[in-house]
């Protein structure tokens, strides 16, 4: 599966972005799709995920504030951010696995270049 995120850019603190990754598969209605993010000098971490049939999860440092959501029909999945703050500041990837539950460490596709997000305070 290869995969393309963008959307990032710089925002101050409180603002919005919506993040959009294309993924090239076939059967895309068929994985669970994943958010990540890096910050500098820490490991990437997963922010959110959306199963096969829409049940969602996220991290709690971006509960209530991130949204995943999916279209298939376009072979892509959003991450709309609101409410940032500077420690959402990150590259930000997307990537797929079979299952909502194994998105943290078990993804199948080819990691991206990612999209930056820096949010400023």
């Known amino acids: 599966v290869q995969l393309q995120a963008s959307g990032g850019g710089l925002v101050q603190a409180g603002g919005s972005l919506r993040l959009s990754c294309a993924a090239t598969?076939?059967?895309?209605?068929?994985?669970?799709m994943g958010w990540y993010r890096q910050a500098p000098g820490k490991q990437r971490e997963l922010v959110a995920g959306i199963g096969r049939l829409g049940n969602t999860d996220y991290a709690d440092a971006v509960k209530g504030r991130f949204t995943i959501s999916r279209d298939n029909a376009k072979n892509t999945v959003y991450l709309q951010m609101n409410s940032l703050k500077p420690e959402d500041t990150a590259v930000y990837y997307c990537?797929?696995?079979?299952?909502?539950?194994?998105?943290?460490?078990?993804?199948?596709?080819?990691w991206g270049q990612g999209t930056q997000v820096t949010v400023s305070s």
């Open positions: 990537n797929a696995a079979q299952f909502l539950s194994t998105l943290a460490d078990a993804t199948i596709g080819v």
């Open positions: 598969r076939r059967s895309f209605s068929a994985v669970a």
